[in-house]
């Protein structure tokens, strides 16, 4: 057995021992589940109501053979307030939701953040209060293990940071397989990644961890530009049809990166890019590019941002994987210079609205006349005929580009 998996290994017993002492406790089969609802261990409490056909309800059934609850089930258990609950959560049964048993929930938090949930069968007559109080003591110890075991997975950083900055070829394929031997079981399911730049501090210490960004593996700080920093996450998915998952870690962490930004922080607002989602970490290098592209279109263009998923970005999937030394074409060099800024922009537009007259001066606020004579000087500029098409791709894609 290599160390991860043995370190896991004793992290599960200490946690199947804890759910043991609760369900003594209450006298009522336990299960634990982490915060994104993947069940960690179950109880192994011998009672009646294992017995009982309605306490293997379909929500409990699934929970329990396939280690999961579904999307579904999660908002409506959530919808009781558990993820904010400091205390036990009495839930009600709801059959036309599968829940035929009523549930008791005690949130497992460590230092204010909820890191995952222990989960009973409620009873006639439940558990008293004053038991329920000692197995919430039960509750903190497991949230500090899961804590523990959370900082312990803190390497994962070094991990994804190698896969993400490796040549290709066996450099990156060794990289590839260290993370996934960290990474254990959860390493073969859907995940993406998550590009947020500019992040606000060189420290990867103030980077925040892990634990605390619902769906994230792992994450690490990346350079970004000349001497920026960006921050890569690594976002486990339910499916490779969604990027829910990665969007809300986006947000989430796009909060931190602007409170950074408030507190004095020289760095200007950041933007997120999202990667398409892929099963399994072999193509995590081309994933990152993705995202780092999609965060590069959001800080250039306002109508991606702050949010940017690849495959939403257009012809910027192109644009930006163009080397640098092709930003500025030299013919359209004289129009990029600050003096000429205003015919650079009525330019885009009339390019963005397939070159119709009408729709550009509406939306410039300009007479046609006005229009007419700012292209001119465009085509003096830069000697590009604009009745050609591909002069015209030629000016659409460097102005574009300009913008990255």
């Known amino acids: 057995m290599g160390e991860n998996a043995r370190v896991a290994a004793e992290y599960k017993a200490d946690y199947q021992e804890l759910v043991d002492e609760i369900s003594e406790l209450l006298g009522f089969p336990a299960t634990l589940e982490n915060r994104d609802f993947e069940l960690i261990v179950f109880g192994a409490y011998d009672s009646d109501d294992e017995l009982d056909p309605s306490a293997l309800d379909p929500v409990r059934t699934r929970s329990i053979l396939t280690r999961r609850s579904t999307a579904t089930v999660r908002s409506w258990f959530e919808g009781f307030g558990i993820t904010r609950a400091t205390g036990p959560v009495r839930i009600p049964p709801s059959p036309e939701a599968g829940v035929y048993r009523g549930r008791i929930c005690l949130p497992v938090r460590h230092r204010g953040v909820v890191l995952g949930y222990v989960w ?75 590009c947020v730049a500019p992040w606000p501090s060189a420290d990867p210490d103030d980077a925040p961890a892990a634990r ?71 193509e995590l290098g081309t994933v990152w590019q993705e995202a780092a592209a999609a965060a590069r279109a959001a800080l250039a263009e306002p109508r991606f941002g702050p949010i940017a998923q690849w495959a939403r970005i257009g012809p910027y999937r192109l644009l930006t994987a163009l080397p640098p030394e092709s930003a500025h074409d030299p013919v359209v060099g004289p129009l ?64 574009k580009r300009a913008r990255l």
């Open 212 to 282: 605390t960004i619902p769906h994230t593996a792992a994450l690490c700080t990346l350079p970004w530009g000349v001497s920026g920093q960006s921050l890569a996450l690594l976002i486990r998915l339910r499916t490779t049809q969604t990027s829910t998952p990665a969007l809300a870690a986006a947000g989430r962490v796009l909060k931190e990166a602007e409170t950074a930004r408030g507190a004095g922080a020289r760095v200007a607002a950041a933007a997120a890019g999202v990667g398409e989602p892929r099963v399994g970490l072999t």
């Open 336 to 399: 990029l210079s600050p003096a000429h800024r205003e015919l650079a922009r009525t330019a885009e537009v009339y390019l963005d609205r397939a070159g119709q007259a009408g729709r550009t001066a509406a939306e410039l606020g300009i007479h046609r006349q006005t229009l007419y004579y700012r292209l001119s000087r465009v085509e003096q500029l830069t000697g590009l005929d604009l009745d050609d098409g591909e002069d015209r791709l030629l000016l659409h894609m460097a102005l």
């Open 120 to 194: 009973l069968l409620d009873g006639d007559p439940g558990p008293t209060d004053a038991q329920l109080a000692a197995a919430m003591q039960v509750a903190g110890r497991i949230g500090a293990l899961l804590a523990d075991e959370a900082e312990a997975g803190a390497g994962l950083s070094r991990e994804l940071r190698a896969v993400l900055t490796a040549e290709r070829g066996w450099q990156r394929d060794m990289a590839v397989a260290e993370l996934r031997t960290a990474l254990g079981a959860r390493a073969d399911g859907p995940v993406t990644l998550v």
